[in-house]
């Protein structure tokens, strides 16, 4: 399997742009899980979803942002418009069961200025 | 509430010398536990989880941990640092019987000197 695959690698845009930011979970893996990465906030659990199902969106910031996974194999995170501290790096990962091991993407790289 | 404390954001080695990165949690329910890895500009890997069977976990890299109930611990280590290991160290904690999300620490950078 080719692992979690995201993208872009990295995305530049300026304030009020929007953004989306896109992951293929690996086949199988009933859980995907999106994350953010900051130096002052360490790693941030956004959402995640459960068979495409929204389990739990608490870690949202606000209502700029929006997460959609339509199918087995696609999700979105979309800001907009976006702002210069959502500035960060935004990993997706995926696994079997919430507990179990995590498999993460590369991640995207958001640079808002 | 429940955490996961990384004693250290910042931990710097000799080459050749024993790793320790500490990791402890609040939970009175035996937890799932994991370690992972962020090598730079990587996303992040597992390093080995403990899931009740054997106290000491071994793990890839020459990594092992010991999980001590009694001390709520899950400590990280390797007996000899190579300059391969820099990277950041996050400990990730399951807490109740395995539906919900894991709760990671705030992560260690290592640094290992020539």
């Known amino acids: 399997d080719a692992g979690v695959i995201q993208s872009p690698r990295h995305e530049v845009t300026e304030m009020g742009q929007e953004v989306t930011l896109r992951c293929k979970p690996i086949?199988?893996?009933?859980?995907l899980f999106w994350y953010r990465q900051t130096m002052m906030r360490g790693l941030e659990l956004l959402i995640y979803?459960?068979?495409?199902?929204?389990?739990?969106d608490s870690g949202m910031p606000e209502d700029r942002f929006s997460a959609k996974m339509p199918n087995a194999s696609f999700s979105t995170l979309k800001i907009q418009p976006s702002e210069p501290r959502d500035s960060a790096v935004y990993f997706c990962a995926s696994s079997l069961q919430p507990n179990s091991p995590l498999h993460f993407g590369n991640g995207t790289r958001l640079t808002v200025t | 509430a429940q955490s996961v404390t990384q004693l250290g954001s910042h931990v710097s080695v000799s080459e050749g010398a024993l790793v320790l990165l500490r990791c402890n949690y609040s939970s009175s329910v035996p937890p799932y536990l994991f370690w992972y890895v962020q090598y730079p500009n990587q996303g992040l890997q597992l390093l080995l989880k403990?899931?009740?069977?054997?106290?000491l976990v071994k793990g890839i890299n020459g990594f092992e941990a010991e999980f001590k109930k009694s001390e709520t611990s899950f400590h990280l280590t390797k007996p000899s640092a190579h300059m391969s290991d820099a990277a950041e160290y996050f400990c990730?904690?399951?807490?109740?019987?395995?539906?919900?999300?894991?709760?990671f620490g705030k992560g260690t950078r290592l640094s290992v000197i020539a």
């Open positions: 403990y899931t009740s069977a054997a106290t």
């Open positions: 086949s199988g893996h009933d859980y």
């Open positions: 979803f459960n068979n495409n199902v929204p389990i739990d």
């Open positions: 990730a904690v399951s807490f109740s019987s395995g539906n919900t999300p894991l709760v």
